[in-house]
């Protein structure tokens, strides 16, 4: 996976891009905004080695995250470490972001380093790793919400809680300093775009497996007694994760991009589910629920109810490390078609938005620089030949790049793409596709 491309999400393509501009260009551009300075800046010191690096990368901080949510289960003394490390270490989502160029594990890393920290009573080491972690996404700074509980749980010192948040504060002000100078408090503005929270679960019980939310849940729904016994005596292990699970799930049901949202929640999720499970008979299940979040990785299994058969079906596709895979070899199967197409000089090539960010890494002769709303999307310039890929083109625009002699090309799929967001056919001018084997 770490020879794939910087990842299926195309995201991951703009932190790449924002990092070859610091690195070859000396400007800072956030990847996106609220912005992701602590990745950003990293992956600049490694881009020029590609995206074996970057991958690489972040594979190393996850990699220590594991190390260090061992270290915790032993300073917690939790039973079942044996069980939990490897679920945590080969979570499907996390397996697939602990190697690509994106962001998730480079603030759940932190996250972790920071609970050991506060184990160790290292509260403003703590306070710095929470900053980090914000530096890495800043939705991180809900987390210190639980954490703060933590470190007051640990040590009722105002001193303590005072160094721990001043250190938060401190080190994640100075990572976004450089968008506070550069967008104003603009850099905090968040996505227009509404995804459905129907879908956005849809999608997460399929990333997660069915199977495995389904047993996820009985769990909880049989455990509820023993969570309100440990809530009524205040166990503070179990208010600390139910506080940080519901703090993530909150953040993402206000904002319900990306199943990947949900991401730091799961070792605070599978140690609460752990700390549940007294009796014989739950823990079996918990085995059972840790083994399909294993499968899940290599076969995914869907469950389908219907309610007016009274019937469940099952039916199972490739696991979610085999479809990131196969997505990801198809990507730069498609950007290699790209750039090895017989382009003439003086041409507009129409790739979409996600290859138009992966080609500028396969093809040496194309422009990393990024030209923002120009032709409704990105342009990338291969300024010797005077060829520009392009996300899409509006009819007019077209038209005035016809006009001024420019051949244009796309990829055979924009063809449909093009006809229902803008209602022409790129076929009745002319435009030539670029076929894809």
């Not at 503005?189 to 997460?204: E, G, I, K, M, T």
């Not at 949900?262 to 059972?288: D, W």
């Not at 300024?383 to 007019?396: A, K, N, P």
Request: hydrophobic share 50%.
């Amino acid at each position: 996976m770490l020879t794939l491309g910087f990842g299926v999400d195309r995201d991951a393509y703009s932190i790449a891009i924002s990092a070859f501009n610091l690195k070859n260009a000396g400007i800072y551009t956030a990847s996106r905004l609220p912005g992701y300075p602590l990745p950003e800046l990293s992956d600049s010191l490694v881009i020029n080695f590609g995206w074996l690096a970057t991958n690489s990368l972040i594979m190393i901080i996850s990699l220590i995250s594991v190390i260090f949510f061992v270290k915790i289960l032993t300073n917690l003394n939790v039973r079942n470490r044996g069980l939990l490390v490897p679920t945590y270490a080969f979570f499907p989502l996390i397996w697939v972001n602990s190697a690509n160029t994106m962001d998730y594990m480079w603030s759940l890393s932190f996250m972790i380093f920071c609970w050991f920290s506060v184990t160790k009573k290292w509260y403003v080491v703590a306070g710095v790793m929470m900053g980090l972690a914000i530096a890495s996404r800043l939705t991180a700074i809900f987390l210190m919400i639980p954490f703060v509980y933590l470190v007051l749980s640990s040590d009722r010192r105002w001193s303590s809680i005072v160094g721990f948040v001043m250190a938060t504060l401190v080190t994640a002000s100075l990572f976004f300093l450089p968008l506070y100078l550069t967008y104003d408090t603009g850099f905090l503005r968040y996505y227009p775009w509404h995804n459905p929270l129907f879908h956005a679960l849809d999608y997460a019980f399929h990333e997660f497996g069915d199977l495995v939310v389904i047993f996820g849940a009985a769990i909880f729904l049989l455990s509820l007694k023993t969570l309100f016994i440990q809530l009524k005596s205040l166990d503070k292990r179990t208010i600390f994760l139910l506080v940080s699970v519901i703090v993530i799930i909150t953040a993402f049901v206000n904002a319900p991009y990306d199943t990947e949202y949900l991401i730091p929640a799961i070792p605070f999720t599978i140690l609460l589910l752990n700390n549940l499970c007294n009796s014989p008979k739950m823990r079996k299940i918990f085995v059972i629920f840790c083994g399909l979040i294993l499968l899940n990785a290599f076969v995914t299994i869907n469950v389908e109810i219907d309610v007016d058969n009274k019937a469940i079906t099952f039916d199972s596709e490739r696991g979610l490390i085999l479809r990131n895979i196969y997505d990801r070899e198809f990507q730069i199967h498609v950007a290699v078609t790209i750039a090895t197409a017989d382009i003439s000089n003086h041409s507009i090539v129409i790739v979409g938005w996600y290859y138009i960010f992966i080609f500028p890494f396969l093809n040496d002769d194309v422009s990393c620089q990024e030209e923002y709303r120009i032709f409704g999307g990105y342009e990338i310039r291969d300024w010797e030949r005077d060829i520009s890929y392009v996300t899409d083109l509006t009819l007019e625009e077209l038209q005035q790049f016809i006009d001024n002699s420019y051949k244009i090309y796309y990829i055979e799929w924009e063809r449909s793409i093009i006809q229902g967001k803008y209602g022409y056919d790129l076929d009745d001018y002319g435009c030539i596709p670029i076929r894809i084997s």
